[in-house]
């Protein structure tokens, strides 16, 4: 299907596909500074697509759960514990749940779009989406740290405890730029980077299938079974990325989160 998406090669040298191919048109030329695009209505579907699994799983709660409000346990259940009680710890993670929680599900949903054959475009392959959310939690943290510590927390966050005073000129500005410069981007690329280079492949896997099979020479036409097993790995292999990478990144939201509270006794 992602080679039936891409332009038949007309020539006898290969063309690769590019991300222009990947970010398709503005949907409505107005909205954005590029329009409407499909990546804004995917992002869009995605909270619908939540709120009513979540809805609909919350709606009978039965102490014997049925099949939906048990997946929907499971589910709230795998953020609350696995990544806000373990990291945060059982007497503060609680407050932060519902952050975790709305980040963990609206991240995998819009990397999946990215599996699913016709839509097959993940919404964080555009990197103005992870930006906003790593913003989000870069100012949440700080907040946090503030809340709890006062202006004291850019000292503790800056200043390891127990390293010598005549080093502290060379290891606080390398604390400075690791926690507040380097922290916020590297949170945001990873997520982007990972789609977006993972798509790609796929695409060239497509693209190079069809290239493969347009042309004349028998052998050349049989090597496409051979990109094309490659093509089913890698698409195997992005869909497992793009789940965890939604766990990645809310697993070190609820660490920088730890970090901001417990500033004091890092």
């Known amino acids: 299907m992602i080679a039936l998406a891409l332009p038949a090669q007309d020539s006898g040298s290969f063309t690769p596909p590019g991300i222009d191919e990947m970010h398709l048109p503005a949907i409505l030329p107005w909205g954005a500074h590029d329009g409407f695009s499909k990546q804004m209505l ?3 579907l995605s909270v619908v697509i939540i709120a009513t699994f979540f809805i609909l799983a919350a709606r009978k709660q039965q102490l014997v759960p049925g099949k939906l409000q048990f997946a929907g346990e499971m589910a ?6 696995s990544i806000a009680k373990d990291i945060i710890g059982g007497k503060d993670f609680i407050k932060y749940v519902p952050l975790l929680f709305s980040l963990f599900f609206f991240i995998l949903v819009n990397n999946i779009y990215g599996a699913i054959p016709v839509i097959q475009l993940p919404s964080f392959s ?5 930006y906003v959310l790593a ?3 870069y100012f949440t943290w700080i907040i946090i740290g503030i809340k709890k510590n006062g202006l004291k927390y850019f000292k503790l966050a800056t200043v390891p405890s127990g390293v010598p005073w005549y080093i502290l000129p060379i290891v606080v500005p390398i604390e400075i730029i690791s926690n507040f410069l380097v922290r916020p981007v590297t949170h945001s690329l990873r997520l982007f980077a990972t789609m977006l280079a993972g798509h790609l492949i796929v695409m060239l896997a497509g693209s190079g299938i ?3 099979v347009m ?3 028998v052998l050349l036409k049989g090597t496409s079974v051979l990109v094309l097993v490659g093509a089913i790995a890698m698409y195997m292999l992005e869909a ?3 789940a965890l990478q939604a766990y990645v990144f809310t697993l070190l939201t609820a660490i920088y989160i730890e970090g901001a509270l417990h500033a004091d006794s890092h």
């Not at 709230?76 to 514990?81: K, T």
């Not at 555009?126 to 992870?130: L, Y």
């Open 42 to 44: 995917l992002v869009i």
């Open 76 to 81: 709230y259940g795998f953020v609350r514990n």
């Open 126 to 130: 555009h990197v103005g989406g992870a």
């Open 135 to 137: 913003g989000i939690v």
């Open 210 to 212: 069809e290239f493969l």
């Open 215 to 217: 042309q004349e020479n």
């Open 240 to 242: 497992l990325i793009m």
